[in-house]
């Protein structure tokens, strides 16, 4: 018990959430993007794992990590249209169509990445930026970490201003939330969804490829392990606001690495409870989310999973 109550320890959980929160805010961003302009996408585990095979695999094999990255965009880009096309276009379930992906994504990397099973990969390696990093507490915490950490703090600063503060995130906004009203004033909503639908999964895929290419390094089947469903509960958490996402990602990252830290240090605890703490904070997370006054303060998008047809009221 006293090994868990040291700075060195603190430090590994600290710097372990940052990592393990990056991938889950990269997908949740994506999915806010997608909810806000009214399309619910559940197939976040499944992108998630495409992005990472499909980056893994073109990474590995020319040795460059950013190609990689552009393939796992490419490949859960790709599947995400599929999803737009059913739903927007078609009008399908989003539900329905969302856990599809996610079967086909998880079928699809278990069999494609059969052969890959233990290789490994030079992928994303850590900086160390100069001075800071050699700050006590603060440079392992902040400072040592591969680039799509910093990506991803820009990433949240960037969705938020262009949600919040760009005519085109305005619209998106509108289109969320009465499509009828948005339509009339010129907006085109079904290609602003499909543009949305289609960013959220290139970066659930750049979530998927954070995994393979910067957090593992390595190829490990159904190596995502839930963490799309909970980015997806972390959209919630977040009131679909990309700053708070942020701060959940880190909270979820934390107790992931926590988990995997008391593991290391042996406490008298089954391995099987541990690995449950990330998941049992999510429904934590649901179950809080249902009380009608958090409801009501979130405020989730009011056409979310309500097709639209010009001329027809659903």
């Known amino acids: 018990m006293p090994e868990i109550l040291t700075t060195t320890f603190l430090v ?23 909810e806000r302009s009214g399309v619910l996408n559940l197939g976040l585990e499944g992108l998630m794992i495409i992005g990472a095979l499909s980056g893994f695999m073109v990474g590995s094999t020319t040795g460059n990590p950013w190609l990689g990255l552009l393939a796992a965009m ?29 079967l086909l994504g998880l079928g699809l990397s278990s069999f494609i990445g059969e052969t890959l099973v233990g290789r490994t990969t030079q992928g994303f390696q850590p900086l160390n930026i100069p001075i800071l ?7 392992p915490v902040l400072f040592q970490h591969n680039i799509l950490v910093y990506l ?28 009828e009203a948005a339509d009339t004033l010129g907006i085109p909503v079904q290609a602003l969804r ?16 954070f995994l393979s290419l910067a957090y593992t390094r390595m190829w490990v089947d159904q190596m995502t392990a839930g963490r799309g469903w909970i980015a997806l509960a972390l959209v919630i958490f977040s009131a679909w606001l990309p700053q708070r ?27 099987h409870i541990l690995q449950m703490m990330p998941y049992v904070a999510t429904i934590l997370v649901l179950l809080f989310s249902t009380r009608r006054e958090v409801r009501q303060r979130m405020g989730a998008p009011e056409a979310l999973l309500k097709p639209y047809i010009r001329g027809e009221r659903i």
């Open 12 to 34: 590994s959980v600290l710097t372990a959430a940052i990592r393990a929160g990056t991938p889950l805010f990269f997908a949740a961003v994506g999915e806010i993007i997608a």
């Open 74 to 102: 490419g490949a859960a880009g790709l599947l995400s249209l599929l999803h737009a096309f059913l739903c927007i276009h078609l009008r399908g379930d989003q539900v329905i169509s969302g856990i599809m992906l996610v």
């Open 133 to 139: 990093s050699r700050l006590p507490i603060l440079g």
């Open 152 to 179: 991803a703090l820009g990433l949240a600063f960037l969705s938020w201003a262009f949600l919040f503060k760009t005519r085109w995130g305005l619209e998106v906004i509108a289109v969320g939330e009465s499509p």
């Open 194 to 209: 499909y543009i949305c639908v289609l960013l959220g999964g290139m970066l659930a895929g750049v979530g998927g490829a």
């Open 245 to 271: 996402a942020l701060l959940g990602a880190y909270f979820f990252g934390g107790i992931e690495g926590l988990q995997l830290r008391l593991q290391a240090a042996g406490i008298g605890v089954s391995y």
